[in-house]
């Protein structure tokens, strides 16, 4: 039995990879406005993501891609004012990090809304990029497998690295990202024994949505914890029907990430 309690203290990212060393599973939940930023303190959620999600959970838009830098400013604020002790990522919408001076230019302002660390999606082409910031003392998230900014690209939500050549592709470019001084990686839709193989390759600590149950950690969507989501991804689960309230939906899916229980077999891609 697992009994989620308050953040005593700020999670920094010495706390997670601690916990990475330690073999201990941390929890991630994106969401976007104090009240739930505040539920997630109470809830002993390490990391909270303001996630560009926000454009398809939130605004109302078919993808992420028409997220600007003020919507996710505005989202970081409201989680930061009511969340003190999570580590808390802002995402860095589309095509505002193309460049590293772009990107410096633009993760200062997410970082001085309230963020202590910025997520970017790609891989071996961010590694200057990474330097440039983590450089700077601006930690870094890297989001490989399916990075939906690029579903124009990828020509759909579908799970990545099945193939040898792409999960190949993948593994260098998690070990290029961990060598440029990224600090943690989000691993999406991706093959479970590939995210396993890229955990146990990087330093940094892993989180996973749709990607098994060995990454260090896992992140779900508050809308998809809540069943608000009308057609949920395979990889979600809702916590709300078992838990009959709010608080108890989050105190659930803690407790069944922290236990190992969550992800089950049905939630992953081979
Ligand atoms: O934007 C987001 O919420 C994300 C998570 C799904 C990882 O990137």
Redesign the pocket.
Known sequence: MYAPSELEKLVTVQTLRKMKANGEKFI?V?LYDAPMAAMAQKTGVETV?V????GM?VLGYDS?VPVTMEQMIYHVEAVARGNKKSLIMG?MPFMTYATPEQALTNATRIMQAGAHMV?I?GGAWLADTVKMLTDRGIPVCA?LGLT?QSVHKLGGYRVQGRDEKHAEQMLEDAILLDQAGADLL?L?CVPSALAKRITESVSMPT?G?GAGRDTDAQ???INDILGLTEQPPKFSKNFLVEAGDIPGALRKYAGDVKLGVFPEDSHTFN
Request: no cysteine; net charge negative; hydrophobic share 45%.
């Open positions: 991630t994106a993501l996630g560009d999600s926000l959970t992420t995402d997520k999606e989001h939906p989000v999406e989180i949505i992140v779900l969507v």
